[in-house]
């Protein structure tokens, strides 16, 4: 794709928000904002096949970058003072996290006053680059609140993560797919929450699309879920609802239903 095309593309670029559960109460705890193409036939689409070519281009990234903040500015900012206790996290190449610039852009959108609201996402594999471990770095200076995405996949050893400093630990979705499926992905779980316990992070699990998995997430101890079982990404209009309603009778049922499977987790 040239970029003339990539700069088409960005023009179409809005924001959806994916809840984030409590799994003991169901209230809405925060939203993971994710980036999708609009403006063509059809539902919008994820920007996830080209992602990779706009980080390559640094005046297209930081583009995307300012229009996904910008609308944080707009969709959500006025929220915050309505509805105390929600955050909004985005993901974040860790270039811009580590030079400052996505400081830069938080102050100069007035965003400054919202920082303990906002969470910057960098993947594993990301965090655990040299580019990373200075973004981790810059932003614990910058008091700016970080989640380490995609747990799991990077291949990280114990000693990698000495060091490193981060809020939020997102447990990939590959790990939530196997669990009551194989013994020895229930057991990595375990190991995951009690590493983060022990990191003082708090855990997400992501791609939670089952009762059964939402139930044993519980159970284990994760904090939050995010996944189909509770809800898609929202358009920005359908944000306050979800704040207000919450999931807290979806999981009361899931409770009574799936009581009697607590034996032996």
Not at 57 to 66: G, V
Not at 226 to 232: A, D, H, I, M, V
Request: proline content about 4%; some cysteine; charged content about 20%.
């Amino acid at each position: 794709m040239n970029r003339q095309d990539l700069q088409q593309v960005l023009e179409r670029v809005i924001a959806h928000y994916q809840p984030i559960v409590d799994l003991g109460t169901g209230a809405v705890v925060g939203f993971e904002m994710l980036a999708r193409i609009g403006g063509g036939e059809g539902p919008a689409q994820s920007i996830g096949p080209i992602i990779e070519e706009i980080e390559s281009d640094s005046e297209h990234l930081e583009r995307l970058m300012r229009q996904l903040l910008t609308t944080i500015q707009r969709d959500i900012q006025p929220l915050f003072a309505r509805y105390p206790d929600f955050y909004v996290s985005v993901n974040v190449p860790p270039v811009m996290l580590g030079d400052g610039r996505i400081r830069t852009m938080i102050q100069e959108l007035g965003l400054g006053p919202c920082l303990n609201r906002l969470v910057c996402e960098v993947t594993e594999r990301q965090a655990l680059t040299s580019v990373g471990r200075t973004a981790l770095e810059t932003a614990r200076k910058l008091h700016v609140r970080v989640a380490m995405d995609d747990f799991g996949t990077g291949h990280s050893g114990l000693s990698q993560l000495l060091g490193q400093s981060f809020d939020v630990l997102k447990i990939d979705r590959s790990q939530i797919e196997h669990l009551m499926k194989d013994a020895t992905a229930d057991r990595l779980l375990r190991g995951i929450v009690a590493l983060a316990n022990v990191l003082r992070a708090r855990t997400v699990a992501e791609g939670v699309e089952t009762a059964a998995q939402a139930f044993f997430l519980q159970a284990v101890g994760v904090d939050y879920g995010q996944g189909w079982f509770w809800s898609k990404a929202l358009p920005a209009a359908e944000v306050p609802q979800a704040i207000e309603v919450g999931f807290g009778s979806q999981q009361r049922e899931l409770l009574a239903r799936l009581h009697g499977t607590a034996k032996g987790i």
